[in-house]
């Protein structure tokens, strides 16, 4: 089946300029995650969606930050006026539900010139 | 605060050579483990996890790997290093909350033919 994809793949941006990423979930998952991935901080954790509840955004870095899940399916995450230390990669992870299994998509690569 | 460490950054071994990638974690309670793989450019894989039962969790591409609560750790072997294994390497754990993960800094593995 399919996995986890997200889209752009890719995205070079203009410092300020806002940035949206999108995540589409494997279907029937109900938790989807948003992680980054820089090389300087490895691997943190930015936000979790758990179906209708609130989502824990106690890993989002800044106000610049938001995230929303639409209709329990796909996921965007915004980057308001982005900042050069934003460059990174961006990974989204799906699962049935902590403490589940998250299986990762490709990620995008985001890069503030 | 629960921790993930990964003492090797960087670990070169020759092909047909045995592995063995090091994880500790520091947890209150039996954690949950994982242990995920990233190739260049690619999102993370899952390798093998650990809930409960037998401490020694198979996984795939012929990876195993061991929790031995004394020692805090959850290691990752293989026998025989395959060129293709070359990647980097990810252990997590629940990060305080089981809705989101905890990962080590990675270690890279360079196989040599």
């Known amino acids: 089946g399919a996995g986890v994809s997200q889209s752009p793949s890719n995205k070079v941006t203009e410092k300020g300029k806002d940035v949206e990423l999108r995540c589409d979930p494997i279907s029937g998952h109900t938790a989807l995650y948003w992680y980054r991935q820089s090389l300087g901080q490895g691997l943190e954790f930015l936000i979790y969606?758990?179906?209708?509840?609130?989502?824990?955004k106690s890993g989002l870095p800044s106000d610049r930050f938001s995230a929303e899940r639409t209709g329990g399916s796909v996921s965007t995450l915004t980057i308001q006026r982005t900042q050069q230390e934003d460059s990174a990669v961006y990974l989204c992870?799906?699962?049935?539900?902590?403490?589940?299994?998250?299986?990762f998509g490709p990620g995008t690569r985001l890069l503030v010139l | 605060a629960q921790s993930v460490t990964q003492p090797d950054i960087h670990i070169t071994v020759s092909e047909g050579a045995s592995l063995e990638l090091r994880c500790n974690y520091s947890y209150g309670a039996t954690p949950y483990l994982f242990w995920y793989v990233q190739s260049p450019g690619q999102g993370l894989q899952l390798l093998l996890k650990?809930?409960?039962?037998?401490?020694l969790v198979q996984g795939i591409k012929g990876f195993e790997a061991e929790f031995k609560r004394s020692q805090s750790s959850f290691n990752l072997r293989k026998p025989s290093v395959h060129w293709s294994d070359a990647a980097e390497y990810f252990c997590a754990a629940p990060g305080g909350t089981a809705s989101k993960l905890t990962f080590g800094t990675g270690t890279r593995l360079q196989v040599t033919l």
């Open positions: 992870a799906s699962s049935f539900g902590p403490p589940e299994t998250q299986y």
């Open positions: 650990y809930f409960s039962g037998d401490t």
């Open positions: 969606f758990q179906g209708n509840s609130a989502p824990d």
